[in-house]
């Protein structure tokens, strides 16, 4: 059975930092390109960042992209989300994805406030 659970969320000053983690079970996580959603209330889910199944390649939203960073760690069947120079605009819940046989399979979420 996919697991999948975020943690790190939490309330931060804009400009501040926070590293965001998704925990996996279940399935071969190194088989999966792992990817980080968000949604903001009354906004639409959207694609945040997307690591390979190595890790050598990633991919941003242009709204994140020289701020966040994507990585994972195969051995700890885990996939992180570095997150500086955080803006108002980042307030949202983060959600961890993998897409399997076809199947989409989602985390929780992790509440993410970037407030003063």
């Known amino acids: 059975q996919v697991q999948l659970v975020e943690s790190g969320g939490g309330l931060v000053q804009p400009g501040g930092s926070l590293r965001l983690s998704c925990a996996a079970t279940?399935?071969?996580?190194?088989?999966?390109?792992m990817s980080w959603y968000r949604q903001a209330p009354g906004k639409e889910r959207e694609l945040v960042a997307t690591t390979a199944r190595s890790g050598g390649s990633t991919t941003y939203a242009d709204s994140v992209k020289g701020r966040f960073t994507v990585s994972r760690d195969n051995n700890k069947n885990a996939v992180y989300l570095q997150m500086n120079s955080l803006k108002p605009e980042d307030t949202a819940v983060y959600y961890c994805?993998?897409?399997?046989?076809?199947?989409?399979?989602w985390g929780p979420g992790t509440q993410v406030t970037v407030s003063s």
């Open positions: 279940g399935f071969t996580f190194s088989m999966y390109a």
């Open positions: 994805y993998v897409g399997r046989y076809g199947l989409s399979y």
